[in-house]
C-alpha cells in the first residue's frame, strides 16, 4: 500500500515557476514509477510526466517537455514536479501516482493516486 500527498500547488502569473512535491508512504518507494496528471475544468485528466523507478527514464507530455522536469528523492520517499514558464493553460489540478511497471501514459496502469494539488497561473 501507498499513501501519496502532493503539495506546493498554489497561485502564480504566466512565465513565474513552480514546484510541486509528492511525498509517498512506505518502504517500496525506490520500486515504483511514479507519474504525474493533471485535470483542468471540463476537460479528461492528462499524463504530464513519468520517472520510472529503475534509472531513472523520464518521459513528457509534448504540452510541457522542455518547461517541466519531473524528478525523485528516494531517500525522502518525494517525487517533485518541477514547473517553468508556466501558462495559463497549465491551469489544472495536479495528481501524482504510483505504478510497479512502467507505462508512463496510462492512467489505468497507476495503482495510488494522491489527492491532487490545485495550480492556477494567471495572464
Known amino acids: 500500500q501507498v499513501q501519496l500527498v502532493e503539495s506546493g500547488g498554489g497561485l502564480v502569473q504566466a512565465g513565474d515557476s513552480l514546484r510541486l512535491s509528492c511525498a509517498a508512504s512506505?518502504?517500496?518507494?525506490?520500486?515504483?514509477?511514479m507519474g504525474w496528471f493533471r485535470q483542468a475544468p471540463g476537460k479528461e485528466r492528462e499524463f504530464v510526466a513519468a520517472i520510472r523507478w529503475h534509472f531513472d527514464s523520464t518521459y513528457y507530455a509534448d504540452s510541457v517537455k522542455g518547461r517541466f522536469t519531473i524528478s525523485r528523492d528516494n531517500a525522502k520517499n518525494t517525487v517533485y514536479l518541477q514547473m517553468s514558464s508556466v501558462k495559463v493553460e497549465d491551469t489544472a489540478v495536479y495528481y501524482c501516482?504510483?505504478?510497479?511497471?512502467?507505462?508512463?501514459?496510462?492512467?489505468?496502469?497507476?495503482?495510488?493516486w494522491g489527492q491532487g494539488t490545485q495550480v492556477t497561473v494567471s495572464s
Open positions: 512506505g518502504r517500496t518507494f525506490s520500486s515504483y514509477s
Open positions: 501516482a504510483a505504478q510497479r511497471s512502467w507505462f508512463p501514459t496510462m492512467s489505468t496502469q497507476y495503482a495510488y
